[in-house]
């Protein structure tokens, strides 16, 4: 049991990591494309960046974060 402690470690590490880059990318998109800019003062409205969803799955996120597309 004890040599299968780091992997599950590294497995929930990477798996935390896969989700907040997935966050991330999908934030970073959403204001590349200014989906969430506000038409009458032109600033960004947090509350939109935190809960838009700005492509199909978090699959393309996670891709386009990692470099991959």
């Keep these: 049991m004890k040599h299968r402690a780091p992997l ?4 929930v590490l990477v798996i ?3 989700t907040s880059l997935v966050r991330v990318e999908n934030q970073r998109y959403a204001l590349l494309i200014g989906m969430c800019r506000d038409a009458a003062t032109g600033l960004t409205d ?10 199909l799955s978090w699959i393309w ?9």
């Design 8 to 11: 599950i470690a590294l497995s």
């Design 16 to 18: 935390w990591l896969a």
């Design 46 to 55: 947090i509350t939109c960046i935190t809960n838009v969803q700005t492509r």
């Design 61 to 69: 996120h996670l891709m386009y974060g990692m470099g991959i597309l």
